[in-house]
C-alpha cells in the first residue's frame, strides 16, 4: 500500500515557523531579520510586522513603527500582542485615546494578559481619568501581582494626599522589588509630607547615589530634593536642586521636540499682530438649555482649584483636561498657512468640527445638554481662536495669578512633559513662554468679542464667597453653599493636575506670594515678568 505524499509546506508558511522558534529561544535580532526579509518580499503577517514595527521603534522611527502596527491590527484585531504593542505606539505619539481603545481591545483579547490591564492604566492616568487607572492597575495586580502596579498605585495615593495608602502600597511594591525608584519616591514624599524629613533625606540621598538611574526618575527624585530643601527652610538649595533636575531633563528630553510651544506662540502673535483674525459665526448650534463655558489660564494659576470649585455646584458639570479639539487643531494649529483656512471656513465644515469635539466629549464620557459644561485645560487659551470659530457663544473664565508665583510653581512641579510642558523647565524659558502667551492672550481679546472673565487666585482664596458668588453670576447660574465643599469632593474625586494634594486640603493662603523666599533666584527674570506684575495688579 502507498503513502500519501506529505503537503509541501508553503515558503509563508517555512519563514513564519522559523521566526516563532527564533522567538521561542529567545533570539530576537534573527526572528526579526526574517521577519523584515519576508515583508521586503511582500510576504505580509502580523507577527512581521510586529517585529518590524520594534526595530523602527528602535531606531527612532516612530511613525513607520505606528503604521506597521496600524496594518497588523487591521490583519488581526483580535492578535492581544499587536493591540498592546499599537496602544504603546500611540503612547510614544501622546495618542492617549487611541493608546486606550487599543490595550482595551489586548485586555478583551486577553483577559488575563496583565501587560494590557497595567498600560491601559497609564494610558487613562496619562489622560487624566485617575479612578479608571486606578482599577486598572489594581486588575494587573491580581492577576500577576509585581511590583509596577502597586508603585503605580502608591503614586496614585500621593497624588491623592492618602500618605498611609501610600506607604503601604510603596511597601508591597519594594517587597517584591527591593529599591523601586517609583515606588520609594512614594515613600519619601510621604515622609516630607508628614515632617519625618530625616527618613526623607537618607533616602533620598541612597536613591540619588545610584548609578544608572534613568533619566525621568532622577527628574523627579531632584524635585523631591528640592521639596525638602523647601520644608526645612533653605531656599536656595531648594531652587537649585529644582533647577539642576529641570536642566538635566531638559538635556534629554529637548531633541525629541522638534518645535516646541514658544514656534506656535510666535507665529500666532505675528497672526493676530497683523490680521483681523477668524469671523464669529452666528450661532454655535448648542442644544437647548446648555451653556458652554471654557477654563483657561497660564499653567499653576489655579484653574484646578476653579475646577473643583465649579463641580460642585449642582447645576455645572466640569471636564478636567482632557482635549476634545484634536479633530481641529490638526486642520488648524499646525502652522500659518493652515491656520489662516479658518477665518474663511463654510458653516457646514464648521459644524463638522464643532460636531468631532462634541463627539470626543461623549468619547470621554460626559453627557451633553441640561446643565453647564465647563472643559477646562488651561492651554486652551491658545485654542481662543478655534473656540471662536466653533463657539462663539461659549464663555471663558481666564485664570490669573501673580506671575511670580506662577514661574516659581511651574518650576517645582513635575509635569508630564509635551511641546509646551518642556518651556517650563528652565526659569528663562519659562518667564518668557509666561510673557509671550499673556501677550497673545491680550490679542486674542482685541481680536474676538468672546465673554471673558478673569479670576484672580489671590482674590478667590482670600474672599471666597464673593468671588465665587461674581463667577456664578457671569455663568448665569445662582450661587449656592455647595461651593465649599469642593475640597470634601476632591478628595472623592481625582485630579489628574500637580496640584491635587493641595486642593484636597481646601483653601490655603500658604502659596500666596511664596516667590518672595526666592526672590534673589528669581531676580533674573523679573524684568520679564514685571509688566504682568503690574498689568495684573500685583504689588511690586
Known sequence: MTEAATPPVSPATAVLNQVVQNLNQGDIATATALACAALGRGTIHPLFLNLRAARFEQRGENAAALADLLHAHQIAPEDASVSNALGLAFMKSGRYFDAIGAFDAAATSAPEFASAHFNKGTAHEAAGNLDIAKTCFEQAAAIDPRAEPFARLASLAVRRGDFGEAVRLSQEALARQPGHPSALRSLITADIETGQLAGAETQLTGLLGRTGLQPFDRYMTMGLLGDLHEKKGEYGQAFAAYAQGNEEYYRVLRPQFAATAATSLQWLTAHYSSKSGIRAMPNDHSPSGEAHVFLVG???????????????????????????FEES????????????????????RLEHYREA????????????????FVDKHPLHAV??????????????????????????????????????????????????????????AELYRKTFAMQIYQVRHEDLVSDFDRVSAEI???????????????????????????????????????GLGRWQSYADQLAPVMPVLAPWVRRFGYAA
Request: hydrophobic share 45%.
Open 298 to 324: 497660564f499653567p499653576r494659576s489655579g484653574t484646578t482649584l476653579l475646577e473643583q470649585i465649579l463641580s460642585a455646584h449642582p447645576m455645572v458639570v466640569t471636564m478636567e483636561e482632557k482635549d476634545a
Open 329 to 348: 487643531v490638526r486642520a488648524f494649529m499646525a502652522g500659518p498657512d493652515s491656520h489662516a483656512a479658518l477665518a474663511t471656513l463654510a458653516p457646514d
Open 357 to 372: 469635539y462634541w463627539r470626543r466629549i461623549g468619547e470621554f464620557g460626559h453627557a451633553r445638554g441640561g446643565k453647564i
Open 383 to 440: 485654542k481662543i481662536p478655534l473656540i471662536a470659530a466653533l463657539f462663539p457663544k461659549a464663555k471663558i473664565l481666564f485664570a490669573i495669578r501673580d506671575p511670580r508665583d506662577v514661574v516659581l510653581s511651574c518650576l517645582r512641579a513635575r509635569f508630564r512633559m509635551n511641546p509646551y510642558m518642556i518651556e517650563l523647565l528652565r526659569l528663562q524659558d519659562a518667564a518668557n513662554f509666561y510673557s509671550s502667551f499673556m501677550r497673545l
Open 472 to 510: 456664578c453670576t457671569f455663568l448665569g447660574v445662582k450661587w449656592t453653599s455647595s461651593l465649599r465643599d469642593f475640597s470634601h469632593r476632591s478628595r472623592i474625586r481625582a485630579i489628574a493636575t500637580p496640584g491635587a494634594r493641595q486642593i484636597a486640603a481646601g483653601l490655603s493662603r500658604a
